[in-house]
Structure formats: C-alpha cells, structure tokens
C-alpha cells in the first residue's frame, strides 16, 4: 500500500524558471510533511517541511504547499539551478510524540537544463 | 557539527553470506534509523531506536535481520544469511528526541549481494 506517492520519476526543467514537484498521500492521520534532496552516492538531505496547521512554508527558492482537501503537496524551486539537479523526496508522518516514522513517496529526478 | 557516519560505503556478497553495517549518530540525537532503499524506491523504515529500545521495527525482516544500539549510541544492522533481493542501500539516520521533523542521514551503505 503506497501511501505517498511521486507520479513523475522524471522533470526537466530550464534553468531560471520554475520547478514543480508533486506528492500525493492517502492516511488522513499525516500531519507534517518534507522534502528531502539526494545527490547520487549521498543520503537524502532534508530540505523544507510543513505541518498540516499551514498551506503554505517558504524557505529562500523553495516553498511548500499543502493542500489537505485534496491530500496533496507541492514543491516549488524558483529560480532553479543547476545545482538542484537531484532526486527529491516527499516524505509524511504523524507527530505523536515517541512515533517519528516517515514514510516516503518513490522519488522525481528533477534535470536543471542550462 | 559532525554528521551521521556509516561504514562500510559499499559491500558485496555472495548469497547467503553474513554482513554487517555499523551508523554513527549525530552527538545527542537520542532517536536512530536504519532505512532499506531499493533501487527506484523510497526509503523503507527498518527499525527505528529511542537510546537503545526498540520503537518500531514492525518491518523488519526478523528471520535474517537483526539490529541493536548498545549504550544508546552507535548502532549495527546484521544481515545473515543474506538473499539476493536485500540488495540495496542501507541508510542510516538520526534525530533529536521529541522532535517530529527533521531526520539527518547518512551517506549509506551500498550492499550487492552476488
């Protein structure tokens, strides 16, 4: 049972527009959320989260949102960089304290073009 | 501020060898991961450590894997014997206790069993 869910494997983007990332979840009990980043032979690198009392956390180039009618976040990265060329993670989980497992979605390999 | 560090980086097998991973967490990060990622996947939680009790290991492969986390510090992750199909990264991650979000991992270790 996939209960976090990255449809696209795959996005390539050009350098200096907008990079969107989606994630679907289908447990109702999540209520925060992350983004981690891979580079190849590295482990994922957390990188912005939310919880379910927001729609909406910004970091510099990168913003969240959520959207918990629809189960559904998003990543954007503006401008993008080449540097950003990595596999991103969604990741859910519920925040009872003591019960900090995450569970994560299979990944985007977003492509920055130049 | 020293990270996660694991060992070995890679590793290969024959089937129904024994193997060993050993993490290093972050200094006082009380809560300890060991993740499974398959190629193409997400990280799966293996088992998950408050000090040196056991949290969650509920998908755990108990027939063949074992983990313990001795003085509440570094932790080892044993494989034995091991099966082609639990070739894979074995990630490691830490975190602060009480604190739902942020998880920092380690490099991983890459295991291909022959």
């Known amino acids: 049972d996939q209960q976090v869910k990255q449809n696209s494997p795959s996005l390539s983007v050009q350098e200096g527009r907008i990079s969107i990332l989606n994630c679907d979840y289908t447990?109702?009990?999540?209520?925060?959320f992350l983004w981690y980043k891979k580079y190849p032979a590295e482990g994922p690198t957390f990188l912005i989260s939310?919880?379910?009392?927001?729609d909406k956390n910004e970091d510099g180039r990168f913003t969240v949102f959520l959207n918990k009618s629809a189960k559904h976040l998003s990543l954007h990265i503006v401008p993008s960089q080449p540097g950003d060329s990595a596999v991103y993670f969604c990741?859910?989980?519920?925040?009872?304290?003591?019960?900090?497992?995450?569970?994560f979605g299979t990944g985007t390999r977003l492509t920055i073009i130049p | 501020e020293a990270g996660v560090a694991q060992s070995p980086r890679y590793k290969i097998i024959e089937k129904r060898q024994s193997v060993a991973f050993w993490c290093n967490p972050i200094?006082?990060?009380?809560?300890l991961y060991w993740y499974q990622q398959i190629l193409g996947q997400g990280p799966k939680l293996l088992i998950q450590?408050?000090?040196?009790?056991?949290?969650?290991d509920s998908q755990l492969p108990k027939d063949r894997f074992s983990a313990e986390r001795l003085k509440g510090v570094d932790s080892t992750l044993k494989i034995q014997p091991a099966k082609l199909e639990d070739s894979a990264v074995y990630l490691c991650?830490?975190?602060?206790?009480?604190?739902?979000?942020?998880?920092?991992f380690g490099p991983g270790t890459r295991l291909t069993v022959l």
């Open positions: 991650a830490s975190s602060l206790v009480g604190v739902p979000d942020t998880q920092y």
């Open positions: 447990n109702s009990m999540f209520d925060y």
């Open positions: 939310i919880s379910s009392i927001k």
């Open positions: 990741a859910a989980g519920r925040s009872n304290f003591g019960n900090e497992k995450l569970t």
């Open positions: 200094s006082g990060h009380a809560t």
């Open positions: 450590f408050q000090n040196n009790g056991v949290v969650d």
